[in-house]
């Protein structure tokens, strides 16, 4: 008997582990990789409900995040932050840095770094707002206020083709004309903006400095590459480093984990022997993390007479997705860290280079899954944007697949022929066809759609080899020009099912975030900084646009897991599109989808 996968025993006392048995080179015996494994219809516990660890005490509200630490003698921290990332600090008031020391406060200064700490957490914020209210900075010229569409298609750029998903070092292949046989030819212009994280709990990290040796507790997803770049950022060998994981709440993604930990650090490294808790504000959190790239696609296709799709093109532009402290030559890692910009000296971030693997980055969900007879695909990483990137759910996937499955719906107008039944022509794989199906089954099953309403669907195929995954949305658009979500469908293959109501949460909040980002939200700044600040300036989806959500799983036993963690997000935003083209008549091509984008596309058609 196996107990727990750890525990070897027998019907007598005797127990041993796998650990033990394989140090003693115990089994003999060659290992035959073609041994046929467990039927699906034996498994015990694979695919029975099973509470997820933890998630007791994340409703009963007593987890203990990283945040809630405690430590004797600690001293909370906040930073202080310049108007943006162009500025620099010319000076200090030193009769207020001296009243704050009197008062117990320590205002710890690295060049443009500059942070107070204080055992009170109520003392700190205070003194920390009014170090902030005399601080002196040089703004320079600004952040750049270029309409950020135009400029990742006129910016300096890394273009490479994409072939089967994989980036290739070649000449990009012209854009030729139309080919004979084209009997209509669309261009489309799709845009995503900046997104951010908005993690519910604001990043936060606690360091202790002592004997030249630090600890840092960190919600990072890259722990050593990580403490690889933090060691190159403070001079400290990596054996001197060490890093425990501690839970962020609501964290995900390359969001400001690494930034503060690097901020509790040199704090710490400041105010040794003590423990150093940091936390960003909300503000911190909304300016400075690393933003999901704004990014445009441009897609043409080209129909025949019969309205079949004889060739397609599909560019996309954007900023890095890549950024994460992955250490390197010259201190790659330690410059992507935010508060090397500000220490003395500064550190510049290296021009980021094109990510080559398959589906990756920008590339990702860039090649449809579709059977078209011709596709050119290119990808292009454009450099000199005025906004700080790296990886946000998804990465380029949501948006390339906003903009083929919406240049779908087009596509199938231009043709004539139900935007179902246009997709399933060029869908050979049968698992992808029946996702889409169930989703249709489920959406127009039998009701009658009432005036105002309007219904869409999308899908994908995350990276081309996870599951597969198509989104049904039922809509309206008020008089207010307010999308009122309804209804949802959404159907998922992801292999043999492990966990059913593990992956129907996991379809189901990557819908309800890609309708956030796709109905409200975007990153906006002007010359003196990034103007979205709190959750008013940066709305999101609330419990009052909610949809009734059905998810229909399409197990199949034996067959390899796929990750699903992303699958629905792509599918989302053009179901929401296509819905909205079907109510209202309008086609939105630029996220995201607010009244007042509503309203000039409205005003746009009558003109």
């Given at each position: 008997?196996?107990?727990?996968?750890?525990?070897?025993?027998?019907?007598?006392?005797?127990?041993?582990?796998?650990?033990?048995?394989?140090?003693?080179?115990?089994?003999?015996?060659?290992?035959?990789?073609?041994?046929?494994?467990?039927?699906?219809?034996?498994?015990?516990?694979?695919?029975?409900?099973?509470?997820?660890?933890?998630?007791?005490?994340?409703?009963?509200?007593?987890?203990?995040?990283?945040?809630?630490?405690?430590?004797?003698?600690?001293?909370?921290?906040?930073?202080?932050?310049?108007?943006?990332?162009?500025?620099?600090?010319?000076?200090?008031?030193?009769?207020?840095?001296?009243?704050l020391s009197d008062d117990g406060l320590h205002v710890v200064r690295d060049g443009s770094f500059l942070a107070i700490a204080g055992e009170s957490e109520y003392a700190t914020v205070a003194g920390a707002e009014r170090l902030a209210a005399t601080a002196d900075w040089d703004a320079g010229p600004g952040l750049e206020e270029e309409d950020i569409f135009e400029r990742l298609l006129a910016r300096e750029r890394i273009s490479l083709p994409v072939v089967d998903g994989v980036p290739r070092k070649e000449p990009v292949p012209p854009l030729?004309?139309?080919?004979?046989?084209?009997?209509?030819?669309?261009?489309?212009?799709?845009?995503?903006?900046?997104?951010?994280?908005?993690?519910?709990?604001?990043?936060?990290?606690?360091?202790?400095?002592?004997?030249?040796?630090?600890?840092?507790?960190?919600?990072?997803?890259?722990?050593?590459?990580?403490?690889?770049?933090?060691?190159?950022?403070?001079?400290?060998?990596?054996?001197?480093?060490?890093?425990?994981?501690?839970?962020?709440?609501?964290?995900?993604?390359?969001?400001?984990?690494?930034?503060?930990?690097?901020?509790?650090?040199?704090?710490?490294?400041?105010?040794?022997?003590?423990?150093?808790?940091?936390?960003?504000?909300?503000?911190?959190?909304?300016?400075?993390?690393?933003?999901?790239?704004?990014?445009?696609?441009?897609?043409?296709?080209?129909?025949?007479?019969?309205?079949?799709?004889?060739?397609?093109?599909?560019?996309?532009?954007?900023?890095?997705?890549?950024?994460?402290?992955?250490?390197?030559?010259?201190?790659?890692?330690?410059?992507?860290?935010?508060?090397?910009?500000?220490?003395?000296?500064?550190?510049?971030?290296?021009?980021?280079?094109?990510?080559?693997?398959?589906?990756?980055?920008?590339?990702?969900?860039?090649?449809?899954?579709y059977d078209f007879p011709s596709k050119r695909l290119v990808k292009n990483l454009v450099r000199d944007m005025p906004l700080r990137t790296s990886s946000l759910r998804t990465l380029g996937a949501y948006a390339n697949v906003f903009a083929i499955e919406s240049f779908m719906d087009e596509l199938a107008a231009e043709a004539g022929i139900d935007p179902v039944?246009?997709?399933?022509?060029?869908?050979?794989?049968?698992?992808?066809?029946?996702?889409?199906?169930?989703?249709?089954?489920?959406?127009?099953?039998?009701?009658?759609?009432?005036?105002?309403?309007?219904?869409?669907?999308?899908?994908?195929?995350?990276?081309?080899?996870?599951?597969?995954?198509?989104?049904?949305?039922?809509?309206?658009?008020?008089?207010?020009?307010?999308?009122?979500?309804?209804?949802?469908?959404?159907?998922?293959?992801?292999?043999?099912?492990?966990?059913?109501?593990?992956?129907?949460?996991?379809?189901?909040?990557?819908?309800?975030?890609?309708?956030?980002?796709?109905?409200?939200?975007?990153?906006?700044?002007?010359?003196?900084?990034?103007?979205?600040?709190?959750?008013?300036?940066?709305?999101?989806?609330?419990?009052?646009?909610?949809?009734?959500?059905?998810?229909?799983?399409?197990?199949?036993?034996?067959?390899?897991?796929?990750?699903?963690?992303?699958?629905?997000?792509?599918?989302?935003?053009?179901?929401?599109?296509?819905?909205?083209?079907?109510?209202?008549?309008?086609?939105?091509?630029?996220?995201?989808?607010?009244?007042?984008?509503?309203?000039?596309?409205?005003?746009?058609?009558?003109?």
């Amino acid at each position: 008997d196996v107990d727990d996968g750890l525990i070897v025993s027998r019907d007598t006392n005797e127990t041993t582990t796998y650990w033990d048995l394989m140090g003693g080179g115990a089994f003999g015996i060659d290992i035959d990789p073609d041994i046929a494994g467990k039927p699906p219809a034996d498994y015990t516990r694979l695919g029975k409900p099973a509470a997820a660890r933890g998630m007791d005490r994340i409703v009963g509200g007593t987890m203990r995040f990283i945040h809630d630490m405690v430590e004797p003698g600690m001293l909370h921290a906040r930073l202080v932050r310049p108007p943006h990332y162009n500025a620099r600090m010319r000076g200090l008031d030193e009769a207020v840095v001296k009243r704050l020391s009197d008062d117990g406060l320590h205002v710890v200064r690295d060049g443009s770094f500059l942070a107070i700490a204080g055992e009170s957490e109520y003392a700190t914020v205070a003194g920390a707002e009014r170090l902030a209210a005399t601080a002196d900075w040089d703004a320079g010229p600004g952040l750049e206020e270029e309409d950020i569409f135009e400029r990742l298609l006129a910016r300096e750029r890394i273009s490479l083709p994409v072939v089967d998903g994989v980036p290739r070092k070649e000449p990009v292949p012209p854009l030729k004309a139309p080919p004979a046989g084209a009997a209509a030819t669309l261009n489309a212009r799709y845009c995503r903006p900046y997104h951010m994280h908005g993690s519910i709990g604001p990043s936060a990290a606690m360091a202790h400095y002592d004997d030249d040796a630090l600890t840092i507790w960190s919600h990072s997803q890259g722990i050593y590459l990580l403490r690889a770049a933090l060691s190159d950022a403070l001079d400290i060998e990596p054996d001197r480093l060490t890093i425990k994981h501690m839970p962020g709440a609501g964290c995900y993604g390359h969001n400001g984990a690494d930034d503060v930990a690097l901020d509790a650090a040199l704090i710490a490294r400041a105010l040794p022997g003590r423990h150093i808790l940091a936390k960003w504000t909300r503000e911190d959190e909304h300016c400075w993390e690393p933003y999901g790239p704004g990014m445009v696609m441009e897609l043409r296709a080209s129909l025949d007479e019969a309205g079949k799709v004889i060739d397609w093109s599909h560019e996309t532009y954007s900023d890095t997705h890549v950024q994460r402290p992955r250490a390197g030559p010259n201190k790659a890692g330690a410059a992507k860290l935010l508060a090397m910009r500000f220490t003395d000296p500064p550190m510049d971030p290296q021009p980021a280079q094109p990510s080559m693997g398959a589906h990756a980055g920008i590339h990702r969900n860039l090649d449809p899954l579709y059977d078209f007879p011709s596709k050119r695909l290119v990808k292009n990483l454009v450099r000199d944007m005025p906004l700080r990137t790296s990886s946000l759910r998804t990465l380029g996937a949501y948006a390339n697949v906003f903009a083929i499955e919406s240049f779908m719906d087009e596509l199938a107008a231009e043709a004539g022929i139900d935007p179902v039944k246009f997709r399933l022509g060029y869908l050979a794989d049968e698992r992808a066809r029946d996702v889409v199906k169930a989703v249709a089954s489920k959406l127009w099953a039998g009701t009658e759609k009432p005036a105002g309403v309007g219904r869409g669907i999308a899908f994908a195929r995350y990276k081309n080899v996870k599951t597969y995954a198509a989104v049904g949305i039922e809509l309206e658009v008020t008089d207010a020009a307010e999308v009122r979500l309804l209804r949802a469908v959404a159907a998922a293959d992801a292999g043999q099912i492990a966990d059913a109501d593990g992956l129907s949460a996991q379809l189901e909040g990557g819908l309800l975030q890609a309708a956030s980002w796709t109905l409200y939200e975007q990153v906006t700044f002007d010359r003196d900084g990034i103007t979205s600040r709190d959750w008013d300036s940066y709305p999101v989806l609330r419990f009052d646009n909610i949809p009734e959500i059905e998810t229909v799983l399409i197990n199949r036993p034996g067959a390899p897991f796929l990750g699903a963690g992303e699958a629905t997000a792509g599918p989302t935003a053009a179901a929401i599109a296509n819905a909205i083209a079907d109510a209202t008549g309008l086609r939105l091509r630029r996220l995201p989808f607010t009244p007042d984008a509503i309203r000039a596309a409205a005003m746009e058609e009558e003109t």
